[in-house]
């Protein structure tokens, strides 16, 4: 009896993570459909978004799995509009998952608000780091079909004239900023995780 109780709150905590996963899922891919410039800062075809957020919750509510499950759904349901056959859309999975997935990890080893923001700054700083490489071996290549690089570089120098190539662009502009946007995320995340968080493990009202 004991047994069967134990696998019938498994399955319901399963049903549940799943669920909950599935809903953040959602609001991640509402999230990267509401991307917006930062003009001034970085080139306009360059846009930031909040879409880390709910992948970087379900991280610290219910695990890694659930955090990288999140980017994966948020990415599958963009490639129904990708303007880059698919390419954006992987390069936004790896760095989600460079991103989340220390997190989880850090924090899954021991629950304390301290291994939570030490995993998360570990998150963001490999996040992006290995944007760089992404945007330059997996990203721009598809990019040039559409724009030539001369352009890409023009529009990098419009803002700072020292920029002579691609990987001047990226480590002075896309790994700053795609730190920032994670460090957005871990902000944000800090600031309403005590609320959402019984809500997403079904242990509040």
Known sequence: MTGEMTTMKTEKVNIRTIAVTGMLGALATILMFLEFPIPMLIPPFIKFDFSELPALLAA???GPVSGIAVCFIKNVINLLHSQTGGVGELSNFILGVCFVLPAGLIYKKKKTQKNALIGAFVGAVLMAVVSVFSNYFIVYPVYTNFM??????SAYQAINSNV???????????????????????VITFLIYKRVSPILKGTGR
């Open 164 to 186: 002579s190539n691609l990987w001047d662009a990226l480590i002075w502009f896309n790994m700053p900023f795609t730190f920032v946007k994670g460090l957005c995320s871990v």
């Open 60 to 62: 610290y509510a219910m």
């Open 148 to 153: 030539p690089m001369s352009a890409i570089l």
